[in-house]
Structures are given as C-alpha cells and as structure tokens.
C-alpha cells in the first residue's frame, strides 16, 4: 500500500507484523534456530475499518477448550473466497476483526467446535450477510447464534506438501472450505499458515501445511491462497491454487498435495 502524504498534515499509519507469518524453521542440523522473515502489512488508519460481534455457543464458557476461528473474507465475481483477517472469539463469544482495508464486502465465517470433559460438540459453519465497509460506515457487526451441536466421536487431520516454495516476499494460507447453505458458494471455514522449511544459508526449500481438529464432512474442499508483496512497498497481490475437495471423516489423517502450482 502506498499513502500520499500533504504538506501540512499527519496521518497515522498502523504497522502490523504477523507472527505467524514471519518465521522460518531452520533446520541446519539440530541447531533449532529460527530465521526471521517479517511480515508486515501497513495500513492508513483512516482507510481500515473494523467487524466484530458476540457469537452465542452453548457451552463454550465451561469448556475444557474449544476452536472458534472467526475468517473474515471476501468473495470475487468468480466465486472464489480471499482471507482477508482471522481471530480467534474469546470464551465469552465475542470477536473483533480489526484493520480490514474499507471499499470492500465482507463476510464473516464461523465453525465451532467446543471440546468437554466427556463430549466433543461440533457446531455447522454459519456465515454472516455481505458486510460493507465504507469511509462513511468503518465499522460492521455481526453476531450469531449456534444451536443444535452435533456429539461427535474425533476430528480429522489434513496436511500436505506445498509447492512451488514460498519465497522471501510471500505467504501462504491454506483454506479449508465449505457451503454454510445448501447449494451455497463454499466459504473459508479453516484457515492455516504454510510452513516454509530453510537450508542452512536461509533459502526456501520445502513447504508444508496442516489442519488439525477438523469437523467430520464430506463437504470439505481445500486450497492454498499465495500472497506477494511488491518490492519496496507494502501492497500484496494473491493466488490461487487448484481448489481440491475431500472428505474428512473422524479420526482421519489425510495427505493432500499442492504440487500443481497456482492459477493466473
């Protein structure tokens, strides 16, 4: 992203760095260090704006733990969903995505899984309407309310290779879809950061992803969304893979590759 700045005035930019993003496993050996590749995205702070809400869970206060990924995303003319922000809600329901770019619409997807001493509940993805965030409107909200959990016996586990490899100025993001309504345009219900393995001199050289505590469905398509950040500025283009669906069931650990590159 690039500002244009005017004599006499301030402008506040946010710098947000995402952890997640930034770290390199470098396996030289068993030397066990880490190469740092900071990811950072800059924001004029009167050109983001901000949803959040409250998302009503049974059980979720008392539970031992739970995964409740809020994805905020937005959805092309060709139907095909982009991460824009993830979180994680708070035990008492309640979200914020913050720094998400106005002049865009957004939605916000949800699927819960709450785990008790005794019972594992899983909860079908919810996702709001379109949210739109406008210079005039920054802020959005939407809550929502889960019912009708469904006992289940264990999660499923995917995890593949991905390739080609990340490089320096990029990142990429696995999303786990799914239709919220039937006959719905699947949405990104999951999402998880690529893993970029370095040799010792710090160059790419493996990469790989994992999902871990999915759902089971047979509803489930995958893909693997690259970002790109133009040298020398902080605005960022993205990719798509070929989306690849797959059935989860509980218990499973499934190997799913991204070995056939990314669409134009």
Do not use: C
């Not at 949803?51 to 937005?74: E, H, N, W």
């Not at 979180?87 to 819960?112: E, F, H, N, R």
């Not at 080609?164 to 950061?193: C, F, H, K």
């Amino acid at each position: 992203m690039s500002f244009d700045l005017q004599a006499g005035t301030t402008y506040d930019i946010f710098v947000d760095m995402d952890a997640n993003k930034s770290i390199f496993v470098h396996q030289a050996g068993a030397s066990g260090k880490y190469i740092l590749r900071p990811v950072v995205h800059a924001f004029d702070r009167m050109m983001t704006g901000t949803i959040s809400g409250t998302l009503t869970i049974p059980d979720l206060a008392t539970a031992t733990r739970y995964d409740v990924q809020v994805i905020a995303q937005t959805v092309g003319g060709d139907t095909q969903p982009s991460l824009a922000r993830s979180v994680t809600a708070g035990s008492d329901g309640t979200y914020k995505l913050s720094l998400l770019p106005i002049g865009k619409t957004y939605v916000v997807a949800v699927q819960p899984v709450v785990y008790g001493d005794t019972t594992t509940l899983s909860y079908a993805p919810k996702a709001s309407p379109g949210i739109p965030l406008a210079t005039t409107t920054p802020t959005g909200t939407w809550n929502e309310t889960f019912a009708g959990g469904v006992v289940i016996t264990g999660t499923g586990k995917v995890s593949g290779a991905v390739a080609t490899v990340a490089q320096e100025n990029q990142y990429d993001v696995a999303q786990a879809r799914m239709p919220v309504t039937s006959g719905g345009v699947p949405l990104i219900v999951r999402s998880s950061d690529g893993v970029v393995t370095a040799d010792a001199g710090g160059t790419p050289v493996s990469e790989t992803y994992a999902f871990d505590g999915l759902p089971p469905s047979a509803d489930y398509s995958f893909a693997i969304e690259r970002f790109t950040t133009v040298p020398g500025t902080y605005d960022v283009s993205s990719k798509l893979s070929p989306v690849k669906p797959l059935a989860v069931s509980a218990g499973s650990d499934l190997t799913l590759d991204f070995l056939d590159g990314f669409l134009p």
